[in-house]
Nanobody, 118 residues
Framework: QVQLVESGGGLVQTGGSLRLSCAAS????????MRWYRHAPGKERELVAT???????TYADSLKGRFTISRDSAENTMSLQMNNLQPEDTAVYYC????????????WGQGTQVTVSS
């Protein structure tokens, strides 16, 4: 199994920046890719960004240019640098990891709250 712990959320003003981190432990060698999702009140969960084991990254179209995902496989951490934050970025952000274990399970962190004040 894999355990994920997010950190770095908080309250920021419009236009500000935050950096989220996700620390993975357990069977991290089985992780194939990691993702950030977010879930805002009244909205569906949204995929924010993906980083593969080799470092290939993809982003939600609406977030390109403002958010940057990165992964340090040696340290088993993943980060999300968020710049020029807007009130609509307010959500709980979740770290997700997909592994190549039997059944290809997904693992989730507990989430970290990001609030952007206008």
């Amino acid at each position: 199994q894999v355990q994920l712990v997010e950190s770095g959320g908080g309250l920021v003003q419009t236009g500000g920046s935050l950096r989220l981190s996700c620390a993975a432990s357990g069977r991290t060698s089985r992780i194939t890719y990691m993702r950030w999702y977010r879930h805002a009140p009244g909205k569906e969960r949204e995929l924010v960004a993906t980083v593969t084991r080799s470092g290939f990254t993809t982003y939600a179209d609406s977030l390109k240019g403002r958010f940057t995902i990165s992964r340090d496989s040696a340290e088993n951490t993943m980060s999300l640098q968020m710049n020029n934050l807007q009130p609509e970025d307010t959500a709980v952000y979740y770290c997700n990891a997909k592994t190549n274990e039997v059944g290809y399970p997904n693992y989730w962190g507990q989430g970290t709250q990001v609030t952007v004040s206008s």
